[in-house]
């Protein structure tokens, strides 16, 4: 069952009622079980036990660290400290590796049995109990480790109730793509009391609107072309490649954060304020920007879970010795140091950009796309940061100057979209061959506009439900550019202010005219109605 479903949509109502009628102390048991219902409707039965499975693994592990705390003497001697420092090592790292084992062996056991389905085998044998996998692995698994990990530093209340720690690690709409909650910031947010707030309830529903719109008006349609220039990049060579490109791009964009925020839009609607995802993502001027407005709560998790863990070990230290001492043969200590700092740093990226690609799955496509190219962008920027820096100061020409602001933006979204290029190709190769077929010339000499114009003097306005060579009616690409056209201007006022905020500001005749026009927007040419599945969410599948 598709967050966008209809019969979705309906049972969140329903639940909605549920939830503010129940007393307020019960609020987070109606969370829980339409949460567990929803696993049960959305597959096979057996696929609640990983996320129950998982928690109960978070909930043994914390109230193990927690009951250590608490029974350490005052004035403990070093011998006993140390005892205690070694069990609390070994209760996180059991944790970490029951979680982690999990998800390895689910997540990419496709890669070594090939596909694997979400339902069991027609038998109902055990062969198809162990392909199962469950919604949600990857996002419940990570906000369970870092659950433990924040208990474990000390920086976290652990949950002593194991049904509202199963609540929140199993929050449905969270499950399907996140994002990755951290209990230390919304936990309590779950279990506390939350009066019915018909304002609340109608920014939640104005944020699930503007979800619907992005996927249903414009991420559905552009998926259309994706597939045709993919499916057949030699006939759609030259220009029509690189618009397939950027297609993607923007379906990726208006499916995932469509997604977001309608997870956020439902929370909302139950009190609850999870993290925002996305910042304008395409108004970066850096690649390492970009990914700080791009699955933002992502970044933060492998940030603080990896990569700064990962700068602490001793590994780390010992290569950036080896590195100072190597680096001081060849001239000052000073810099030596400063080289030596940098290059190891460099090469904890690369760990933590291959973990990266590697969360988006097995696949080397993932591994090259979501996450090395990245790596190697993000290494190149900074190296030549500096020298770049330097040249326009000996110009005389501020590096912030609107046109400069401008080319790096571009250039940023060009690097994106290459790298979207090998996330969405079904290999290394064909991605390669489907960069390559961009240079070449196309032959058929497709021509959007020129077959519209000439349709249009021919037919008249019937030439718009004729389709195009991109798989799509002439309708559907007006419809298309000028949803996009919205989407751009709503995030480039984004960047000023809070779009909702100052709609919400305006006389309330102005407020409906605009969230109603909206609605019939999507009710009107939104994908969807019998006979139409809208397709899943595409991050849904990590």
């Known amino acids: 069952m598709n967050l966008t479903d209809f019969y979705f949509l309906c049972s969140f109502v329903i639940v909605l009622v549920i939830y503010y009628l129940v007393p307020k102390r019960c609020q987070w048991g109606v969370i829980l079980v339409s949460s567990i219902a929803y696993y049960l409707l959305y597959g096979h039965w057996v696929l609640v036990l990983y996320p129950v499975g998982s928690v109960l693994v978070a909930y043994i592990c914390t109230r193990l660290l927690d009951s250590d705390r608490e029974m350490a003497p005052a004035g403990s001697s070093d011998g006993s400290s140390l005892k205690r420092i070694r069990f609390r090592k070994l209760i996180l790292a059991i944790g970490i590796v029951i979680l982690l084992s999990i998800l390895l062996l689910l997540k990419y056991m496709k890669f070594m049995w090939g596909d694997v389905s979400s339902q069991p085998d027609s038998s109902g044998g055990i062969t198809g109990m162990l392909l199962l996998v469950p919604l949600g692995l990857s996002y419940y698994t990570f906000t369970l480790i870092g659950y433990i990990v924040d208990v474990y530093n000390g920086i976290a209340i652990p949950e002593r109730n194991f049904f509202r720690l199963l609540t929140f690690g199993m929050y449905a709409p969270v499950l399907v793509s996140g994002p990755i909650m951290q209990y230390r910031e919304i936990g309590r947010n779950f279990y506390e009391p939350h009066l019915f707030d018909p304002d609340a309830i109608a920014r939640g529903t104005q944020r699930v609107l503007w979800g619907l719109f992005k996927k249903l008006v414009i991420a559905e349609r552009l998926g259309v072309i994706v597939a045709s220039v993919y499916?057949?990049?030699?006939?759609?060579?030259?220009?029509?490649?690189?618009?397939?490109?950027?297609?993607?791009?923007?379906?990726?964009?208006?499916?995932?954060?469509?997604?977001?925020?309608?997870?956020?839009?439902?929370?909302?609607?139950?009190?609850?304020?999870?993290?925002?995802?996305?910042?304008?993502?395409?108004?970066?001027?850096?690649?390492?920007?970009?990914?700080?407005?791009?699955?933002?709560?992502?970044?933060?998790?492998?940030?603080?879970?990896?990569?700064?863990?990962?700068?602490?070990?001793?590994?780390?230290?010992?290569?950036?010795?080896?590195?100072?001492?190597?680096?001081?043969?060849?001239?000052?200590?000073?810099?030596?140091?400063?080289?030596?700092?940098?290059?190891?740093?460099?090469?904890?990226?690369?760990?933590?950009?291959?973990?990266?690609?590697?969360?988006?799955?097995?696949?080397?496509?993932?591994?090259?796309?979501?996450?090395?190219?990245?790596?190697?962008?993000?290494?190149?920027?900074?190296?030549?940061?500096?020298?770049?820096?330097?040249?326009?100061?000996?110009?005389?020409?501020?590096?912030?100057?609107?046109?400069?602001?401008?080319?790096?933006?571009?250039?940023?979204?060009?690097?994106?979209?290459?790298?979207?290029?090998?996330?969405?190709?079904?290999?290394?190769?064909?991605?390669?061959?489907?960069?390559?077929?961009?240079?070449?010339?196309?032959?058929?000499?497709?021509?959007?506009?020129?077959?519209?114009?000439?349709?249009?003097?021919?037919?008249?306005?019937?030439?718009?439900?004729?389709?195009?060579?991109?798989?799509?009616?002439?309708?559907?690409?007006?419809?298309?550019?000028?949803?996009?056209?919205?989407?751009?201007?709503v995030d480039i006022l984004k960047t000023k202010y809070d779009v909702r905020e100052a709609i919400a500001a305006q006389p309330v005749v102005l407020r409906f005219i605009i969230w109603f026009a909206l609605l019939f927007y999507v009710i009107l040419l939104g994908c969807y109605g019998p006979g139409y599945n809208a397709a899943d969410f595409i991050y849904q599948g990590f």
């Open 231 to 489: 499916n057949d990049p030699i006939t759609y060579s030259g220009r029509y490649v690189w618009l397939g490109i950027l297609c993607f791009t923007f379906q990726l964009y208006s499916d995932f954060s469509g997604l977001m925020d309608m997870v956020l839009g439902l929370s909302q609607c139950f009190g609850l304020h999870l993290p925002e995802n996305f910042n304008t993502p395409f108004f970066s001027q850096t690649v390492a920007e970009y990914w700080r407005r791009w699955h933002i709560t992502l970044g933060v998790w492998f940030k603080e879970y990896v990569f700064f863990p990962l700068l602490r070990t001793g590994l780390y230290t010992a290569v950036q010795t080896k590195l100072k001492v190597l680096f001081s043969r060849r001239g000052d200590e000073k810099k030596a140091k400063k080289k030596a700092k940098r290059l190891s740093t460099y090469m904890a990226m690369f760990v933590l950009w291959l973990t990266v690609g590697l969360w988006h799955g097995g696949n080397l496509t993932f591994v090259i796309g979501s996450g090395l190219l990245h790596w190697f962008y993000i290494v190149t920027e900074e190296i030549l940061e500096d020298p770049f820096k330097k040249l326009w100061q000996r110009k005389g020409i501020d590096v912030n100057n609107k046109v400069l602001v401008a080319v790096r933006i571009v250039r940023t979204f060009i690097l994106v979209n290459i790298g979207n290029a090998f996330f969405r190709a079904a290999s290394v190769g064909e991605a390669f061959t489907l960069i390559g077929c961009g240079f070449r010339k196309n032959e058929a000499r497709i021509s959007l506009i020129g077959d519209l114009v000439s349709g249009y003097t021919e037919q008249g306005i019937r030439i718009l439900n004729d389709m195009s060579v991109l798989g799509l009616s002439y309708a559907d690409i007006i419809i298309v550019i000028v949803s996009l056209i919205i989407l751009l201007i």
